[in-house]
């Protein structure tokens, strides 16, 4: 059974920084196509952030291109988003998910973890 933990979420002041991370368990990430992290607003669709794929290369949503890294440690079977330069629209919950195929929606997906940056 695959299961994805998030941690790292809170409150920040805008300007800050946080860092989250995902742990799997039941799988190596390596095996995965695409480990993703995803946010959700209050009232809002849930939209990509970022991903990285099982090769390495990476893709950002432009709201955070310059500001967020993801990046994964396969030894540690983590993935992680580093968020620098917060502001008060980032604030959403964020999941982490995972991808078998090349294409497709996420085949497993995580708890998700708040994060809060006040203004």
């Known amino acids: 059974q695959v299961k994805l933990v998030e941690s790292g979420g809170g409150l920040v002041q805008a300007g800050g920084s946080l860092r989250l991370s995902c742990g799997a368990s039941g799988r190596s990430i390596f095996t995965f196509n695409r480990m993703s992290w995803y946010r959700q607003a209050p009232g809002m669709q849930r939209d990509l952030v970022a991903y990285i794929s099982a090769g390495g290369s990476t893709l950002y949503a432009d709201s955070v291109k310059g500001r967020f890294t993801i990046s994964k440690d396969n030894a540690k079977n983590t993935v992680y988003l580093q968020m620098n330069t917060l502001k008060p629209e980032d604030t959403a919950v964020y999941y982490c998910?995972?991808?078998?195929?090349?294409?497709?929606?996420?085949?497993?997906w995580g708890q998700g973890t708040q994060v809060t940056v006040s203004s």
């Open positions: 998910a995972a991808r078998s195929q090349l294409i497709g929606t996420p085949d497993y």
